[in-house]
C-alpha cells in the first residue's frame, strides 16, 4: 500500500559524541534494525532466559533516553562541535565511514528574535568608491610597462602584520614607478610558519586586480639576477611619497633592484588621495585569502549562522599579550606571578608605558579585558544568553579556566577547533598565519564583532566592515567604562544602562579618519575610499 503523502520522515537529533563511539554496523542496527519475526519470542515467553524480553526491554530503554537527549541536546552539550545538529542533520554510513552532514535547518526568524543589540549601525549612506584621478591613470600606462626597475620586500610578523607590509609594498613600487615581484614573508620565529605568499593569498588575483596600477612578477628576472640591489633594512617613520622619491630613485634607477625590509608601519597614513584609494584596493580588494582557507572559513561562517545570528569575539588574553602590555590576568595570584616573572626575565618585551602601575594602565584603558568584562559588557549591551559567540584568537593564559565567566554566561561558545569536522584543520597545523586568516573569515562574515584589546587584527576587521557597508563592529570604551566595572555598590540596571549610553556612537558607525591625526585608512577608509554619491564608478570586484 503507498504511503500517505502526508506522511513525514522523523529524525533524532544524536550527538556527535554518540555517533563516534558507535561502529558502523552498531549505529545501522540501532537506525535500520529489521522486523523479526515473534514466533522466537513465543518459544520462550515464559521462561527465566528469555533473551528477546531482555532485548526489547534495553532496546525501548536506550529508545526513550535518546528520545529525550534529543529535545535536550543543546543544554547538555553548549559545547559540541556541530552547532547545526538538528533534526533534519543526515548521517550517511557507507563502508564504515560515518560524517555528518551539515544542512541546518536556515536562518532563525529574525524579525520574532532579533533585539537592540542585533541591529545594524546607520552607514548614513556611505559605499565603496575608488575614483583614481585622471593623471593617476593616465601614469598607470607607463608604470604597468615597467620591465626595468624592480622592487622586492621582506615582511615580517603575523598575518595582519604581513598585509599591512604588503599594501605599502604595493603604494612604494607605485611611488616609484617600480615593478613589484611578489613579496618574501620571513618565516615566523615564535611561531615556526614557513608559508609563502601563494599559501595565504590567492596570488593571480593579486596580481589581476593591481594590473591596472602596478606589474607584479612572480620572481626576478634573470636579466637582473645578478644585479647589485639597494638594500634598505630600518626604513624611518612615518615616511611620505616625497622622501621615499628623493631616498631611492636615482638608486633604483642606476642598479635596477630595490631591497627592503622592515616595512611595518613606516610609510606615512597621510599620503596623497590617490595612494590613499590604492591602499584600500590593495587591502579590501586584491588581497583575497587562497581558495583552501575561504572555503574552510565560509564552511565554519555558515555553521555559526545555521540557526541565525552570532558575535565574534577577538580575544588578546594570551601570556605574550599580558606580559608586553604590562598589565594582569585577573585570574589569580599564581597566574599573576607568572606574568611578572616573565616581565622581570625580559624587561625588553614591554610595550606600555614602564612608568605607570598595572592599576593606572588598567584606567587609562591599555589593557585587554579578561573573560569577566568581556562577558559583563556584552550582557550590558544586550547580547541575550542564547548568542551563539565564535571566538578567534590564540589559547589564553589559563585556558578554559580563564575563559569560564564568558561560558557560563553565553553557553553557545565555539572556535575554529570546535566547529571543525575531523580532519578539516590537518592541512593548517603548525601554520599560525592560514589559522588566523580562518579566524579572520569567520569574524569577517559574523553579524557583530567586538575585540577585547584593538591589535591589527581588530583593525583590519575594522575596516572591512566599514567597506562592507558599516556592519556592526562594537569597540570597548575601556579608558571611561572601567571604573563602573570596579563600583559593585552599582545597580544592575543602572550599570547597564551607563555601559550603553558609553557605546552609543561605538558601534561601527561611519567615522572619519580625518578627525584624528595619524589614523590608519585600512581601519577608517571613510572618507577617502568611500563616499556618498550614489552614481561615482566604484572599483571592480572579482
Not at 14 to 29: C, R
Not at 165 to 175: G, L, T
Not at 239 to 255: G, H, S, T
Amino acid at each position: 500500500m503507498a504511503k500517505s503523502k502526508n506522511s513525514k520522515l522523523s529524525y533524532i537529533s544524536v550527538p556527535s559524541q554518540i555517533i563516534h563511539s558507535l561502529s558502523s554496523s552498531s549505529l545501522q542496527n540501532l537506525l535500520l534494525s529489521p522486523k523479526k519475526s515473534s514466533k522466537p519470542c513465543n518459544r520462550f515467553l515464559y521462561t527465566a532466559k528469555n533473551s528477546c524480553f531482555v532485548f526489547v526491554f534495553l532496546f525501548l530503554f536506550a529508545f526513550l533516553g535518546m528520545l529525550k537527549l534529543s529535545f535536550d541536546v543543546e543544554p547538555i552539550l553548549p559545547f559540541s562541535p556541530y552547532p547545526c545538529l538538528t533534526p533534519q542533520t543526515q548521517i550517511t554510513i557507507s563502508s564504515g565511514d560515518q560524517r555528518s552532514a551539515f544542512l541546518g535547518q536556515g536562518k532563525m526568524d529574525i524579525s520574532t528574535t532579533e533585539s537592540e543589540f542585533w541591529k545594524q549601525p546607520d552607514g548614513r549612506g556611505y559605499h565603496p568608491c575608488l575614483n583614481f584621478s585622471h593623471e593617476y591613470r593616465k601614469s598607470s600606462e607607463v608604470v604597468t610597462r615597467e620591465r626595468t626597475r624592480y622592487l622586492m620586500v621582506v615582511v615580517s610578523g603575523g598575518l595582519n602584520q604581513q598585509r599591512n607590509q604588503i599594501v605599502d609594498a604595493v603604494v612604494i613600487a607605485r611611488i616609484l614607478g617600480a615593478a613589484l615581484v611578489v613579496p618574501v614573508l620571513q618565516v615566523n620565529v615564535i611561531w615556526g610558519d614557513e608559508s609563502e605568499f601563494s599559501d595565504i593569498f590567492d596570488l593571480e588575483h593579486f596580481k589581476k586586480t593591481l594590473a591596472d596600477d602596478i606589474h607584479i612578477v612572480s620572481s626576478l628576472p634573470s636579466t637582473h639576477l645578478m644585479s647589485r640591489p639597494v638594500e634598505e633594512k630600518r626604513t624611518p617613520l612615518h615616511v611620505d611619497d616625497r622622501w621615499i622619491r628623493a631616498r631611492y630613485q636615482k638608486r633604483l634607477n642606476k642598479e635596477g633592484v630595490l631591497l627592503l625590509r622592515g616595512l611595518d608601519s613606516r610609510l606615512s597614513k597621510d599620503l596623497p588621495s590617490d595612494l590613499q584609494k590604492l591602499r584600500c584596493k590593495v587591502a579590501f580588494h586584491a588581497l583575497r585569502f587562497a581558495s583552501p582557507i575561504l572555503e574552510l572559513g565560509n564552511k565554519l561562517a555558515e555553521r555559526m549562522r545555521c540557526k541565525g545570528p552570532y558575535i565574534a569575539l577577538h580575544l588578546r588574553m594570551e601570556k605574550d599579550v599580558w606580559v608586553r602590555t604590562g598589565c594582569l590576568p585577573g585570574l589569580s595570584s599564581e597566574y599573576d606571578e607568572i606574568i611578572n616573572k616573565e616581565r622581570k626575565l625580559r624587561p625588553e618585551l614591554l610595550t606600555a608605558r614602564s612608568n605607570m602601575t598595572y592599576h593606572d594602565r588598567k584606567l587609562a584603558g591599555l589593557c585587554p579585558l579578561n573573560a569577566l568584562e568581556v562577558a559583563r559588557l556584552l550582557k550590558a549591551l544586550g547580547a541575550p544568553k542564547t548568542a551563539r559567540i565564535y571566538w578567534a584568537g590564540g589559547n589564553p593564559l589559563g585556558r578554559e579556566e580563564a575563559l569560564l565567566p564568558l561560558t557560563r554566561e553565553f553557553p553557545h561558545f565555539y572556535n575554529k577547533e570546535k566547529l571543525s569536522l575531523p580532519g578539516e584543520l590537518a592541512p593548517f597545523v603548525k601554520k599560525a598565519s592560514l589559522l588566523a586568516a580562518i579566524d579572520h573569515i569567520v569574524a569577517e562574515n559574523s553579524d557583530v564583532f567586538m575585540h577585547s584589546h584593538g591589535g591589527n587584527m581588530g583593525h583590519a576587521i575594522q575596516g572591512q566592515r566599514a567597506y562592507a557597508g558599516h556592519k556592526k563592529h562594537i569597540t570597548p570604551n575601556k579608558r571611561q567604562m572601567l571604573r563602573y566595572f570596579l563600583n559593585s555598590s552599582l545597580p544592575e540596571p543602572e550599570f547597564n544602562k551607563i555601559i550603553k549610553e558609553l557605546h552609543q556612537g561605538s558601534q561601527g558607525q561611519p567615522d572619519i579618519r580625518t578627525n584624528k591625526p595619524g589614523r590608519d585608512i585600512i581601519a577608517y577608509p571613510v572618507p577617502e575610499c568611500m563616499c556618498k554619491v550614489s552614481h561615482t564608478r566604484t572599483a571592480k570586484h572579482d
